[in-house]
Nanobody, 128 residues
Framework: QVRLIESGGALVQAGGSLRLSCAAS????????MGWFRQAPGKEREFVAA????????YYADSVKGRFTISRDNAKNTVYLQMNSLKPEDTAVYYC?????????????????????WGQGTQVTVSS
């Protein structure tokens, strides 16, 4: 059974930092691109960041560029999202996703349809 399990969500004050983790099991994800999406209350799920299978290429939403960093450790089948300078508008459920598809341009991973597996999400709440 393929599973993506997110962890690291918490309540944090504005300006603080969090690191989310996504542990994959059930298959080897070292050849998959990975991504993070988020969904705030009353809003649609939106793209946050993506990373290529080898970790060389990354892509970010404009709203998090310069504050968030996506990384991966293929030996541990885990992807991370380091979030710094958090803002109240970053409050959302954060989802990890894996894509079996290969796209030469990273912006294709900004679309949910590019991903095949999804986690259950972890809550991040940023207080002002």
């Amino acid at each position: 059974q393929v599973r993506l399990i997110e962890s690291g969500g918490a309540l944090v004050q504005a300006g603080g930092s969090l690191r989310l983790s996504c542990a994959a099991s059930g298959r080897t994800f070292s050849s998959d691109a990975m991504g993070w999406f988020r969904q705030a209350p009353g809003k649609e799920r939106e793209f946050v960041a993506a990373i290529s299978w080898n970790g060389i290429r990354t892509y970010y939403a404009d709203s998090v560029k310069g504050r968030f960093t996506i990384s991966r450790d293929n030996a541990k089948n885990t992807v991370y999202l380091q979030m710094n300078s958090l803002k109240p508008e970053d409050t959302a459920v954060y989802y990890c996703a894996a894509s079996r598809g290969y796209y030469s341009e990273m912006h294709y991973y900004a679309h949910q349809v590019s991903f095949d597996y999804w986690g259950q999400g972890t809550q991040v709440t940023v207080s002002s």
